[in-house]
């Protein structure tokens, strides 16, 4: 559970970045002289395309910074296989003040799990835990075994927080295309990301069998600039993230005090 909960900060980080491109200068027309007998006057306008404005490696981050300007809340959707065991991660989460609300699917949650955080504190429900209960972890008590080993990770979810190690680790964006994801115009780059230099930059070590560099596959929205699905893949392990409902009014309660057990 730990391992995956680790993966969620970056994932979520990335999307709640956003980032996109400029769209191109209105297209300018260009005047073809044309003779008559008595006159000469100019062809109606042709339009002249126009190369595309796309990010490169040093806008790429500021223009992930600027697309989330403003936007307070995102919805996910994520799909994971870590060594040939599928797992599915759907949420909603809010930036100000960092709060989520979560279902896990998969072995590895014990079949199904289901996470709230608000104000520092993290509600679990789960195998071992009565259908439709929860038990209360707060994430600040060093004395908690589960608060230690979940605390830090969770407290990473602010986006925010996950920029400082984008700025150090990424090395190139490349843009690779325009496509369309669920009707709507995106551009697709592929992010080379320095795993040593991004760990440092968030205080920590780089694990035996990482790699030097890992390639996220990141789609952005061609006018609103901000990050719809995420992609890469790791020695055993795929993710396919999907983004939506940007901005959109959200409520994360904590469970009420019928609903919570003692561990």
């Known amino acids: 559970m730990a391992a995956v909960t680790a993966t969620l900060p970056l994932v979520l980080g990335v999307a709640a970045c956003g980032g996109g491109q400029k769209q ?6 260009a005047a073809t002289p044309s003779a008559t007998a008595s006159t000469t006057t100019a062809a109606p306008p042709k339009a002249v395309a126009q190369p595309a404005a796309h990010l490169s490696t040093a806008s790429f981050l500021p223009a992930m910074k600027t697309g989330m300007a403003g936007k307070n809340s995102v919805r996910v959707n994520m799909r994971m296989v870590v060594a040939g065991e599928a797992m599915t991660v759907t949420g909603v989460q809010t930036m100000k003040p960092v709060a989520m609300q979560i279902d896990l699917n998969g072995a590895a949650f014990g079949g199904r799990m289901k996470m709230i955080l608000v104000k520092d504190t993290l509600y679990l429900s789960m195998k071992g835990v009565p259908a439709g209960k929860f038990v209360k972890v707060d994430t600040k008590d060093s004395a908690d075994p589960m608060a230690a080993s979940l ?3 969770l407290k990473e979810v602010d986006p925010s927080k996950t920029f400082g190690a984008f700025d150090a680790g990424v090395k190139n964006a490349k843009y690779i295309r325009t496509e369309t994801v669920d009707g709507r115009k995106v551009d697709r780059y592929d992010v080379t990301v320095d ?11 780089v694990t035996a069998g990482m790699p030097k560099t890992l390639v996220y596959t990141v789609w952005m929205g061609s006018a609103d600039h901000l990050t719809y699905k995420v992609t890469f893949e790791l020695a055993g392990v795929s993710m396919t993230m999907n983004a939506s409902d940007w901005g959109k009014p959200v409520t994360i309660k904590a469970p009420p005090a019928s609903k919570i057990v003692t561990r």
């Open 151 to 153: 605390g830090s990770v």
């Open 195 to 205: 795993m040593a230099a991004a760990l440092k930059a968030k205080g920590q070590k």
């Open 24 to 29: 191109a200068a209105t297209d300018l027309p």
